[in-house]
């Protein structure tokens, strides 16, 4: 009876454990690019479409700042595939661009950095949009 008790028990702590294992990991990536979100705001607010206007000036240090801590949190993820490895890397390799021209400070660093966070965000919608969508879809299909 003790016996049956116990391996009922184990049953029912190991399913708990794969439920939460799970979550936690399908939850990872929506957590990461909820992180992304407010990093990826801030330098969208600064779009340098009015260069060195009083009213509205390029923050060049906000926007680094912002994607510097973007590319560590890129770091973070973990991939399961090589297209999101491939769409991860170049996510990375846009900030990068942005990091690198907004810290610089130089003539056409605005435009420059305009010119990544362009294909920064094409990435980022390829990756919720296109890559999620055919996600779903290789699972539906038989």
Do not use: W
Not at 53 to 65: M, Q
Not at 73 to 79: A, D, F, K, P, S
């Amino acid at each position: 009876m003790k016996v049956k008790n116990f391996f009922v028990a184990g049953i029912i702590a190991s399913a708990m454990f794969m439920a939460c294992a799970t979550v936690g990991f399908a939850s990872s990536d929506s957590e990461l690019c909820s992180k992304q979100k407010v990093n990826f705001l801030k330098i969208k607010m600064n779009n340098g479409l009015l260069p060195n206007d009083e009213f509205a000036p390029y923050n060049f240090a906000e926007v680094a700042a912002a994607a510097t801590s973007m590319i560590a949190v890129e770091g973070e993820r973990t991939h399961n595939d090589k297209t999101h490895a491939a769409i991860s890397k170049m996510v990375t390799v846009h900030l990068s661009h942005i990091e690198e021209a907004a810290g610089g400070q130089a003539e056409g660093a605005v435009e420059i950095a305009g010119h990544a966070l362009r294909f920064l965000e094409l990435s980022c919608k390829a990756c919720h949009k296109v890559y999620d969508t055919e996600k779903k879809n290789r699972k539906m299909s038989p």
